[in-house]
């Protein structure tokens, strides 16, 4: 979303009264040479918790996050400064709050830029997450959360704490975890515990495509996953992409294959994207991905409309690469349609026929 970023870093320099830009995330970490040239006033690489303050007071140049050892020692968020009542999710008819409670990913998936966040992975404690919480219901009413975790349940014991302190606080919540970080135990405890969503990194629905991406899970696994939460009683959203290098017509029928056997709740599938600092992006050539040689031309989402610099794979060529893209578009509204009357999201591809 750099893209639109610098198109706000315009809008702000037009406006003569003395404005200062300060820009961090993921993208500034991974270009931290380059980012200044723009014309931000300072940027941070890395995590900016211990670094605002710094930021604003030098007014220029470049700062090196350093990681948060301790989670805790965060103060929340300043909701007062916004109206929390007004953020609703979209599809959802009430108000929700956003919650991280974990930083870190132990996992090396090729399409994630995981030095962004580090291999380290900290939490914040349940009492942490709890009080934040009720602050939030005893100020603006609100009883429903949404976890952005990567993977909720990495550690078991905690998931299990977390849920049931939940539990006491009459509210509703959702999360994002992998097919081989759950297990009948811990969803039996985040049910009770109030949780009514289960987000799975799925991705791929073909164990060759799955070895390729470093995944470390398998087609069987997920389905087991899935199929538990389902017993369990919390619904579920499978995350599905397409265009690795392993890709072929035959992994885009087993995606479908996959949605009529298992039928989640909701699916999403996106088009891989090479995201700087992924080991897709670093191995572009190899994979015959075109990348941009201006990172203006370069989204992942935006106002402009998404884009994905992939056209074909080790299977499809341009041509069949495009005509699989339509193919599964299509099925995944079918299905959603048709077979499982369930949601479907279609993040970033475009119809490619003419």
Not at 13 to 29: A, D, E, F, R, W
Not at 226 to 246: N, V
Request: net charge neutral; proline share 3%; aromatic share 10%.
């Amino acid at each position: 979303q750099y893209a639109e970023a610098r198109k706000i870093l315009k809008m702000s320099q037009s406006i003569k009264n003395n404005q200062y830009t300060l820009v961090g995330g993921p993208h500034v970490t991974v270009y931290r040479d380059n980012i200044l040239k723009d014309g931000w006033d300072a940027t941070c690489a890395g995590e900016g918790d211990l670094e605002i303050a710094e930021m604003i007071r030098k007014k220029k140049g470049l700062v090196l996050g350093r990681p948060v050892k301790e989670l805790d020692t965060l103060p929340f968020p300043a909701r007062n400064l916004i109206k929390p009542e007004n953020y609703i999710r979209e599809g959802d008819t009430e108000a929700s709050i956003s919650i991280q409670g974990m930083r870190g990913c132990p996992f090396v998936c090729i399409y994630c830029a995981r030095d962004v966040v580090g291999k380290s992975v900290r939490y914040h404690s349940p009492e942490y997450i709890v009080n934040q919480i009720k602050e939030v219901v005893d100020k603006y009413n609100i009883k429903k959360v949404v976890f952005y975790d990567d993977t909720f349940t990495l550690k078991k014991t905690r998931a299990i704490e977390l849920s049931n302190r939940l539990g006491e606080l009459g509210i509703s919540w959702i999360c994002n975890t992998r097919v081989d970080q759950i297990d009948v135990e811990v969803l039996q405890a985040m049910k009770k515990g109030g949780c009514t969503e289960i987000s799975f990194g799925v991705e791929v629905a073909n164990d060759r495509v799955l070895d390729f991406a470093h995944k470390g899970i398998t087609v069987e696994k997920a389905k087991k996953a899935i199929q538990l939460a389902k017993d369990t009683g919390i619904s579920t959203r499978a995350f599905l992409m397409f265009g690795f290098y392993e890709d072929g017509e035959d992994s885009a029928k087993d995606m479908l294959r996959f949605l009529d056997d298992v039928q989640p709740d909701a699916a999403r599938l996106s088009l891989l994207v090479p995201m700087p600092g992924t080991e897709v992006w670093e191995r572009a050539v190899e994979f015959g991905i075109q990348l941009p040689a201006d990172m203006e031309d370069y989204q992942y989402a935006g106002l402009d409309g998404p884009q994905t610099f992939i056209r074909s794979t080790r299977y499809l060529n341009e041509t069949q690469f495009s005509n699989t893209i339509e193919w599964l578009q299509k099925g995944f509204v079918d299905w959603a349609l048709n077979k499982n009357n369930g949601k479907v999201n279609i993040t970033n591809i475009r119809a490619t026929s003419k």
